[in-house]
Nanobody, 115 residues
């Protein structure tokens, strides 16, 4: 079993920055791909970014150039650096760990961007 705990959400003005963290317990972090999702009110959950065990990254088009996903395996922690935030980035952000170690979700952290 493993647990994921997100932190770093909050209220920020448009154009501002936030860094989300996802701390993983257990032994799954180094063998699993890590992902960030988000879900806005009334919308489906969508994949924002993902990072492989080797560090390869992919992003949804709407966040390319503004968001950066990275991981620190020694700390069992993944991050999402979000810059130039827009009102449409407002959502609950979830981390997910997926792979040979299993499939786990965090509880989510709210990000609100005021325009």
């Amino acid at each position: 079993q493993a647990q994921l705990v997100e932190s770093g959400g909050g209220l920020v003005q448009a154009g501002g920055s936030l860094r989300l963290s996802c701390a993983a317990s257990g032994s799954i972090f180094s063998i699993n791909e890590m992902r960030w999702y988000r879900q806005a009110p009334g919308k489906e959950r969508e994949l924002v970014a993902r990072i492989s065990t080797g560090g390869s990254t992919t992003y949804r088009d709407s966040v390319k150039g503004r968001f950066t996903i990275y991981r620190e395996n020694a700390k069992n922690t993944m991050y999402l650096q979000m810059n130039a935030l827009k009102a449409e980035d407002t959502a609950v952000y979830y981390c997910r760990s997926l792979g040979l170690g299993g499939d786990y979700w965090g509880q989510g952290t709210q990000v609100t961007v005021s325009s």
